[in-house]
């Protein structure tokens, strides 16, 4: 059977996240969770409140708002990735429950919950702006919504460097991965989310930014690092077999040279919004 575009890039994604949740919260000495505990912070959970985690992963977001809601409160994370979901439920709280339900079509009621949080998902949505609206259709009067997205315009130039030489040795090696369209890469940058949040109705809206950053001792550890960073590096990096695999570095280090000082380092970037729902 043939599939579409868009369900071949959802197939992907789901094989990525399951391919990769062992080592999803220990990447980069464990930043995924220290981006989802200021998330946690920036959504302001209250006791007592109904939450919705869309793309929750491994459940770190989920986990870290669950404790601010306390017994009385509830939190629902919903994500496509069996493997995910696995992790996610093995340090389930009791007020927690995990679901294998799409973004686009969550099986709840209008107006059950008090916030709906997006941990580094909104991106990766076949639909985003449809899973937005889902979440206006389920958030009650004044319910918030926040969330975190990578800022990639923040990434440094040996980052830069390093998606051009991949680049070039996919197109030698006729290597294809299905990618969503570019304007998904820009969704983190301040201007386009508050935009977004506004367009849908959402007022007070708040961001705030955290970057991070180092520099790799060696090629192999900057690919390992990279390779962990999203679906494209991951899949490329891991059909190389290790001759092509030494030829992609040793290509990559000559490269590197150019920049000098600035070889091997690297920026991840994040920004953090939340808004209210006005009507
Ligand atoms: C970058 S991970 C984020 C995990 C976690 N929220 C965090 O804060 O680290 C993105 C997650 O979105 C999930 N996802 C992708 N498309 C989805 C969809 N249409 N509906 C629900 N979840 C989806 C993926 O399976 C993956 O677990």
Same mark, same amino acid.
């Given at each position: ?135 206006? %259709? ?116 000559? %490269? ?8 091997? %380092? ?14």
């Amino acid at each position: 059977m043939q599939l579409s575009g868009a369900d071949e890039l959802l197939e992907h994604l789901v094989e990525y996240y399951d391919r990769v949740a062992p080592e999803y919260d220990s990447w980069a000495g464990g930043l995924h969770g220290r981006v989802a505990a200021r998330l946690a912070e920036v959504a302001v959970p209250k006791k007592g409140e109904t939450v919705l985690d869309v793309g929750c992963g491994t459940g770190l977001v989920t986990q870290l708002v669950a404790e601010k809601v306390g017994k009385k409160g509830s939190v629902v994370g919903i994500d496509l990735s069996a493997r995910m979901l696995d992790l996610a439920r093995l340090k389930a709280r009791p007020n927690t429950t995990f679901m294998a339900v799409a973004a686009e079509h969550v099986p709840f009621r209008d107006k059950s919950f008090d916030l709906v949080t997006y941990g580094q998902s909104l991106p990766y949505l076949s639909d985003p702006i449809g899973s937005l609206e889902e979440s206006i %259709r389920l958030l009650r009067k004044k319910g918030r919504v926040a969330l975190s997205l990578h800022r990639r315009s923040l990434h440094t130039e040996a980052q830069d460097l390093f998606y051009e030489v991949l680049g070039d040795l996919a197109v030698r090696h006729h290597l294809r991965v299905p990618e969503h369209s570019p304007e998904r890469s820009v969704f983190g940058e301040p201007e386009n989310l508050s935009r977004l949040l506004d367009e849908l109705g959402f007022s007070d809206v708040r961001l705030t930014e955290m970057v991070t950053g180092g520099r790799a001792r060696t090629p192999r550890e900057w690919t390992e690092l990279m390779a962990g960073s999203g679906p494209l590096p991951h899949t490329l990096i891991r059909v190389l077999g290790p001759r092509l695999r030494t030829e992609f570095e040793v290509t990559l280090a000559e %490269r590197m040279q150019e920049l000098g000082a600035e070889a091997f %380092r690297y920026h991840f970037a994040f920004i953090f919004a939340s808004g209210f729902l006005t009507g």
